[in-house]
């Protein structure tokens, strides 16, 4: 392996990531803003040689090194002045209590395990090997894309036709790196992963939050694909940052959340196609919000405009240019429609699989494990006894229920989506939104509250100081102290 070349491509990685942060001016803490760093920088690389190809530029390793340079060169240009004045805050390092090192040693194994399987095993997936896979080998002997892959039979599979994002991280990393290229997919599951576990650790019990992060991220499907190369991990990485960016903004109202909300939806339309079909789903509760906000018509139509266009135009370039006029092989999409649509029994029977085989049942569990049986518990606590929901959670929920529909109808309209390969792992998406879910839940809250009372000694005070910032807890403890008052006797309650 080339560690120099590893070396370059994740500095060129966190320094495009690092001015884009900074040119959408995201206000974020050390830890999270490194991870989101990671993992944009490794979304811009994924683009040069797609436009390199648009370009008719050859792969070379001198022309991909000049294409991976100029964006963060551009970036920190247009920043100078700004980086002139860039204050960096001290990492301040907690040394982990006891009871959290058994947790560390199964999270840093599991993503030892991850990293090696990357580093160790060529591309296996047949999906990769029948089309980007391919491609990306014969690309850097032949220097282009388009290249002697499609001279042969290709009648039986149209993974050729996939996005280029998986072929653009492989050609990249098979000339810089070693030959089985792949490790890209670490750099994105270790700087998600952190982000993960710093986001939770916010309002989250060191135990919660490791017993919900080994659920999500070490079950088998979710785990297996953390060193398979595909595009549904990825996909779901920046699905999940649309979501959080978006909910960001919903809470404070910067357009640069809503700008980078809609960059990391537009990468996940690149990523996938089909999650143009999810982000149309989306409109509604962000045209819901702008309204609860009091939002001008005419801001109101740019910003809705604008979360739609810039996913569309992605779609537009891939599916209208490079297949249309770069590609030697006639594809038309539309062939690919369910012929019986008149037929709504096929929705519903889908919607009925996606339940009982891919999130219930002994099927699920071997699937994703217990993850959505927690949920569902936890969800089931907090709509008994924390009834009033923070927008954090309900936004949360709601794209959660859109992937369900959305795949649902997915799998409707083109029989290509089939049940246990492209809608399972289309499934992938939900998972982190749980997280997120989390994250506002007052149930986990007061839980947390609870442990950090008991090992302060100070119950009561522990427990407010814990909820500080959750509205949804913080309520539930201020209604909690109103019982107490009136049962007690002693003053009134305003």
């Known amino acids: 392996m080339n560690f120099a070349g590893l070396l370059f491509l994740l500095l060129v990685h966190f320094f495009t990531g690092r001015g884009l942060v900074e040119l959408f001016r995201i206000e974020l803490k050390p830890v999270p803003k490194f991870c989101i760093s990671m993992i944009s920088g490794v979304a811009i690389a994924s683009i040069i040689p797609f436009l390199m190809e648009l370009l008719h530029l050859p792969f070379t390793g001198p022309s991909v090194a000049t294409g991976l340079i100029i964006p963060p060169v551009v970036l920190f240009i247009l920043l100078f002045r700004r980086i002139k004045s860039w204050k960096y805050e001290r990492i301040k390092v907690k040394l982990p209590e006891i009871y ?87 750099v994105l599951f270790v700087s998600f992963i952190l982000f993960l576990f710093s986001m939770l650790r916010e309002r989250l019990h060191p135990v919660i939050m490791y017993i919900v992060m080994i659920l999500f991220f070490a079950s088998p499907e979710m785990f297996s694909h953390t060193y398979t190369i595909l595009y549904d991990y990825s996909n779901a990485i920046f699905f999940f940052m649309g979501f959080y960016f978006l909910n960001r903004y919903f809470g404070n109202l910067k357009k640069t959340d809503f700008a980078f909300a809609v ?13 143009l079909v999810l982000l149309v789903l989306i409109m509604p509760l962000l045209a819901y919000r702008l309204t609860k906000q009091k939002t001008p018509f005419k801001s109101l139509m740019f910003k809705s405009s604008v979360f739609l266009l810039a996913p569309a135009f992605t779609y537009f370039v891939f599916m209208n240019v490079y297949i249309k006029y770069y590609i030697p092989i006639h594809y038309n999409v539309g062939h690919e429609l369910n012929t019986h649509l008149g037929d709504i029994s096929m929705l519903f029977n889908r919607y009925y699989d996606i339940t009982t085989k891919l999130l219930f049942g002994e099927t699920a569990e071997t699937y994703f494990g217990m993850q959505i049986y927690l949920f569902v518990a936890v969800i089931f606590i907090d709509l008994l006894f924390f009834r009033k929901k923070s927008t954090e959670g309900l936004t949360a929920i709601y794209g959660i229920f859109i992937v369900f529909f959305g795949l649902g109808l997915l799998g409707y309209l083109l029989p290509l989506v089939d049940l246990m390969h492209t809608t399972k792992r289309g499934l992938f998406k939900i998972f982190p939104l749980i997280l997120l879910y989390y994250y506002s839940s007052g149930f986990l ?31 539930f403890v201020n209604k909690m102290e109103g019982k107490q008052v009136k049962s007690g006797g002693k003053g009134k309650r305003k």
């Not at 030892?112 to 080998?137: Q, V």
């Not at 960059?263 to 999650?275: D, G, H, L, N, P």
């Open 100 to 186: 959290e090192l058994p947790f560390l040693v199964v999270v840093m194994g599991l993503v030892a395990l991850s990293i090696w399987r990357c580093y160790y095993n060529p591309p296996y997936a047949w999906d990769m090997l029948s089309g980007p896979e391919a491609m990306a080998d014969i690309s850097i002997t032949e220097k282009h894309m388009i290249n002697s892959l499609f001279t042969v039979d290709l009648q039986y599979t149209n993974n050729y036709l996939k996005p280029p994002y998986v072929t653009s991280l492989q050609i990249i990393y098979k000339l810089f790196v070693q030959q089985f290229g792949q490790l890209w997919l670490s």
């Open 263 to 275: 960059f990391s939806f537009t990468v996940a339309t690149y990523i996938r196609m089909e999650t």
């Open 445 to 475: 809250a007061r839980v947390s509250a609870l442990i950090t009372g008991w090992e302060t000694g100070k119950h009561g005070m522990a427990k407010k100081e814990a909820l500080v910032g959750i509205p949804v807890a913080k309520g």
